[in-house]
Nanobody, 123 residues
Framework: QVQLVESGGGLLQAGGSLRLSCAASGRTSSKNAMGWFRRAFGKDREFVAAIDWSGDSTAYEDSVKDRFTISRDHAKNTVYLEMKSLKPEDTAVYYC????????????????WGPGTQVTVST
């Protein structure tokens, strides 16, 4: 089992920056690829970014790939999502997820999920 907890969400104005963190605990010795997903109010959950086990390979959803950066720190068992030039349409609950394998994986199924952190971008 892997437990994930996101942090770093908040309310900010359009054009601002925010860094989300995802702390992993439990069976972190297993080779896990990590991903970030988001769900806006009234919409389906969508892929945002993913990173492979080593941290050398990443993947992004088209609308964020020039603004968001995913990274991971194995020593801290933490994955980050650096978000810049935020837009109101980025408003959503952001979820961290993990799955066994090298990755990166854009598609589900991911095996483990955090409870999510709210990001709200105002105009």
């Amino acid at each position: 089992q892997v437990q994930l907890v996101e942090s770093g969400g908040g309310l900010l104005q359009a054009g601002g920056s925010l860094r989300l963190s995802c702390a992993a605990s439990g069976r972190t010795s297993s080779k896990n690829a990590m991903g970030w997903f988001r769900r806006a109010f009234g919409k389906d959950r969508e892929f945002v970014a993913a990173i492979d086990w080593s941290g050398d390979s990443t993947a992004y959803e088209d609308s964020v790939k020039d603004r968001f950066t995913i990274s991971r720190d194995h020593a801290k068992n933490t994955v980050y999502l650096e978000m810049k030039s935020l837009k109101p349409e980025d408003t959503a609950v952001y979820y961290c997820a993990a799955r066994r394998g090298n990755g990166p994986y854009k598609a589900t199924p991911y095996e483990y999920w955090g409870p999510g952190t709210q990001v709200t971008v105002s105009t």
